[in-house]
């Protein structure tokens, strides 16, 4: 990791003045200039405009509209920490928020041309990872680091990025693993697989398939059905021909439509045993089904940081934690990152968001980490969502999940589960 010090500023200091005694006709010296102009180039000028300015692109509307106060809180408590402890190069950090949306319509494109307007370095979202690769190509080639704190779809792991994607939420290659091994481990043998059709959608429910089937479980049916649907009765029937004695739902807010459904045709949360995925698993307190006995699955960390948590519950907007300690951490890290690079641009951030995370001196707050930096040391950053390293693609490495059990119509943790991608480069 190059970082500049304060040395290697009087080095380049210490050149030009041998380059002027050059001019004075000492020829014996070119090899000095030589050495003079290598250093420059090896010293490129800051491209960033001197204020870390990041853009929050998180859902205020839509199907995950429910995710979207925990994860602005995050982030504004994140802010809120970077400047009292001083900033970023000497600058307080900068917020600004936009509204991703889920998708239905297409309003993200249009957010994130204002986000990029107002010089922002760091876009923190989507929340959906649909939504994200709608517009991962616009932020990216603008040169800003694409972070998002909830996407889990497997494709980011190997998409032409610029080397400017990266997320605090683990890959669904971990997750739909430890679905699969929950319902096995539960005894359940003939599972049907309900998803939505988009690329966040089919990746866990064909991973989760996968891992099933290795376990020696049979799909009795998979059925990928159109996210905005008005109605779900094919689906349903279908599911009901196959007479599984369990149903994993990969779903978001459409989730309110299908539960209705599954109860008048006999497969209801007091019929068969039902998953929920982190897509879905919300407060229904407002709804008039019953979900006691459903369970799911959603990232998070194996001890949750109670001081932490009840800071982001004094939003009084937030009414469930998810992807509130991962969006704090995503900017976190960012600001870390700009520290270590030396300038605030995306490309400079970008380049060593991974370098922060990973291998070097632990440390688990921005002012504690960011001292390390400024006295010339590796970090390794220990976030409040648990672990951070990446992988090189900027991929979490590891994952620690919540199993989650509802009683009525909200949920609490019941047990922990922590895996490693399969591939960790």
């Known amino acids: 990791m190059i970082r500049r010090t304060p040395v290697r500023r009087l ?50 509307t839509g199907d995950l ?7 602005f809180a995050g982030v504004d408590l994140a802010i809120e920490d970077i400047n009292a402890a001083g900033g970023v190069l000497g600058k307080d950090v900068v917020g600004i928020k936009a509204d991703s949306g889920d998708g239905t319509p297409d309003i993200a494109g249009a957010e994130v041309d204002k986000l990029l307007n107002a010089n922002t370095d760091v876009v923190i979202g ?7 690769v709608s517009v991962i190509d616009k932020i990216t080639g603008a040169g800003v680091v694409h972070f998002s704190p909830a996407n889990t779809a497997a494709g980011f792991d190997t998409y032409d990025d610029n080397g400017l994607y990266f997320r605090t939420s683990p890959s669904d290659v971990l997750q739909g693993e430890i679905l699969a091994n929950l319902v096995v481990e539960d005894g359940h043998e003939n599972v ?3 998803g939505r059709q988009d690329f966040y959608g089919e990746g866990l429910s064909e991973r989760t398939q996968e891992v099933l089937e290795e376990k020696g479980a049979t799909v009795s049916d998979f059925i990928l059905y159109a996210a905005d649907a008005q ?12 007479k599984p004695d369990a149903i994993v739902m990969v779903s978001f807010n459409e989730t309110t439509k299908i539960i209705p459904q599954l109860i008048a045709k006999g497969l209801g949360p007091q019929d068969v045993q039902i998953y929920f995925v982190d897509g879905n698993l919300a407060d229904y307190s407002a709804e008039n089904f019953d979900l ?22 004094e939003d009084k907007t937030v009414k469930d934690l998810t992807y509130g300690a991962e969006s704090y951490d995503a900017v976190i890290i960012s600001a870390l990152a700009a520290i270590a690079a030396g300038d605030d641009s995306g490309e400079a951030v970008g380049s060593e968001i991974v370098n922060v995370t990973r291998e070097g001196t632990q440390c ?9 930096l400024e006295d010339g040391e590796d970090i390794d ?9 990446m992988t090189d693609s900027g991929s979490l490495a590891a994952g620690t999940y919540g199993i989650n059990l509802y009683d009525g119509n909200n949920y609490e943790r019941v047990d922990t589960v922590s895996g490693v991608l399969p591939q960790t480069s």
């Open 11 to 60: 080095a380049v200091a210490f050149a030009a003045t041998a380059l002027v005694l050059t001019a004075c006709g000492d020829d014996g010296d070119d090899d000095n200039a030589g050495e003079q102009e290598q250093e420059q180039e090896q010293e490129p000028a800051p491209k960033g405009d001197g204020t870390l300015t990041f853009g929050s692109l998180l859902p205020q």
């Open 192 to 194: 049907a697989i309900l």
């Open 292 to 313: 006691t006995g459903v369970k799911g699955t959603a990232p998070g960390a194996a001890e949750p940081d109670a001081e932490f948590e009840a800071r982001l519950r």
């Open 126 to 132: 989507a929340a959906a990872s649909g939504v994200s």
């Open 65 to 71: 509209a429910f995710l979207g106060p925990p994860e």
């Open 381 to 389: 950053y220990q976030g409040k969502s648990g672990p951070t390293d």
């Open 364 to 372: 688990s707050s921005f002012e504690e980490c960011a001292g390390l």
């Open 231 to 242: 109605n779900f009765t094919a689906e349903v029937n279908q599911v009901a021909a196959s």
